[in-house]
């Protein structure tokens, strides 16, 4: 198998890190070698965060080459835009949660905020699918559980058991919201193959 | 075959330290380096400990290494300038027990204040360097890091970049074994380094670097993998991994124990294939080696760039001349790190901004205080660089300039390399104001304990230093203490401090706003909203110059996100229209 490349990004608190560990452990799962590419430090006070995760049989570089991501899973939407250029050219997809968190550099007046993301994403991907994660994550019955709710969006696009999805969610979240983890887990994926 | 897990390559160091038997480890935290000891600390084996700086720690792993013990010592690149002085004299006194200097360097400065390849420091102080390429060579290498400390009698510098320390790969993991404590016997022509022994210490260290140069090129750690032989690289690190995504097919001189140079490996290498490049991050070091030896026709730096972190494409780029076919880029938003929702220091800062203050600064997550809406820092050198800053500032320009100019300080940052700068203000006769902002903890690095928090690396509880003693036994008189939160009476302490005509120490305490105890606060508090028909909105812009991150304009007007808000109440305080509640 060739080598898979995902992205995940996101702001700084959105819970990007724990996303893209518990994506590697269900390859690690799988039996594929795995590599998971983040920054930690100053990039988590509320910025720009992005977590490279790469996984096939044998996998040299940590970081994706741009042009070679198949799936960008993102939690907010300028964060997918920031990343589209390591999209494959026609084939590359997008997951997005339906959310804008807006800088304080917009607010006063420094910067603007991205109009029109979706259209934009459009014209680069094979396919875009906007999710609001945290509506979902709110029926599951914790709102914190939004991100399981975007990995079981992008379950649908990986070789990977639900079963083995599942047994890595139960060993990575805690205890008391296993349960709505796994439910959020399941109405993403379902969500997802509209 | 062992049991096979995804690690970091900073978790599988201190994995593959502990199987290698080691007993002390020591640091001070810095990105990329501190998971190092965090990890290390949880394994009951080891006596994992912070220092207050790298140098100290440097100097309690080498003493328990003299003294007989595996040890190893982990900071990051720019935490070796500060232990350069022991460091240097290590390598002429060796070490009995195997010891380790794990430097993690920072390609692309992702959270540093310069680029240094620390391989260059290996060299200057003849100690020789190991490069792991993935986690599991972390996990496996830092072993042999050990023997070869032992067998040569040296320390051994044991480089990890960012890249490495942050990346999870799969690693085969092994058992500890047990190394008992070597003799200790006093040897003062080794370890008192006296002019007359060092000068016979130095005979033997260039002998060392003689042995070490024929061991490189019979050492496991480096290896040729010949392939097709029309292009052959030469790359350590993580460099290596790059290479090989992009010239799967080429033939490989892939150097572990990558100083002393393997000559004799490398001539093996070059007549076996028909062009050698050289691939590696930032300096040319292999590169000028090869060069050292008289091989005009290796490149290196002429396809890849001095500057930045390397990437596939990069490297692509740099020896084909061509991308691979990709979209183009899309504008997006700016989204630089901001101060936490609730953050201490947003206090400071905003009032820094309103008294329009000259600001020394120092290095932690205030540094951000020099970002939009604050813009509140004039300097930012080094650890511990804000005290001396502000006296040298008042030195060139006078009292007067001294009367507008405060030094900013974190509490770890003060203990690490604040003191004697604060001593040397007062000492001096200097009148510069310095603020000590004491969030009860080293939160950049993600929360590590150190002498003012009451609590070891291993959870235990210890003496807590008092700030304000410290203070004031180097001399300081005026000596204040804020809840930087408490804005209009914090403004007023600042004002009164830099006024007067002796130095004076503002300790603004309060915790950092993501430590647990907090976080139980943040969630009995409610959130905060905005009234719109009160909020004049754009023309006012008031809460936004806070800075706070759950605070935005939608819509013409203030909102704060329920989800980011933590119901501090600096909003309310700077809002002139009464209109957040």
Redesign the interface.
Known sequence: METRNIIISG???QGIITAS?IL??VA?FNGF????????????????VVSHVRFGEK?????I????CDVILAFEK??A??W????K?GE?IVIVNDLE??????????????ENIED?LKR?ASKVFVMDGIEIAKEAGD?RTANTALLGALSNYLPFSEESWIEVIKRRVKPNTIEANLKAFKMGRERGRE | MGKKVILSGNEAAARGAWEAGVKIATAYPGTPSTEILENAAKYEEIDAQWSPNEKVAFEVALGAAIAGARSMVSMKHVGLNVAADPFFSSSYTGVNAGFVIISCDDPGMHSSQNEQDNRRYAKFAKVPVIEPSDSQEAHDFIKKAFEISEKFDTPVLFRITTRLSHTKTVVEIGERIEVPLKDYKKTPEKYIILPAHARKRHVVVEERIKALRAYASKCELNRMEINNTSLGIVTSGISYQYAKEVFPNASFLKLGLSWPFPEELFKEFYEKVDKVIVIEENEPFLEEEIKFLGYADVEGKKYIPLCGELNPEIVRKGVLGKELPHPEEAKSVKRPPALCPGCPHTGIFYNLWRLKLNVTGDIGCYTLGALPPYNAMDTTICMGASIPNAFGFEKARGKDFAKKTVAVIGDSTFLHTGIPGLMDTVYNKGISTVIILDNRITAMTGHQDHPGTGKTAKGEPTVEIDMAEVVKALGVKKVYKVDPHKLRETRNVIREAVASEEPAVIISERPCALLPEERKQHAKRPKRKVDPEKCKGEKCLGCIKLGCPAISMKEGKAYISPLLCVGCDLCIQVCPFGAIS
């Open positions: 702001v700084g608190g560990e590697s452990e690690l070698d795995v590599k998971k590419s983040e920054v930690h430090g100053m990039s988590q006070r509320g910025g720009s996998v040299y570089s940590p970081l080459e741009k042009g070679t300028a964060e835009l920031r589209v250029h390591y999209l050219p590359g968190i807006i800088p304080n550099m917009v607010s006063l007046g420094l910067d603007t905020y991205p934009t680069v709102p």
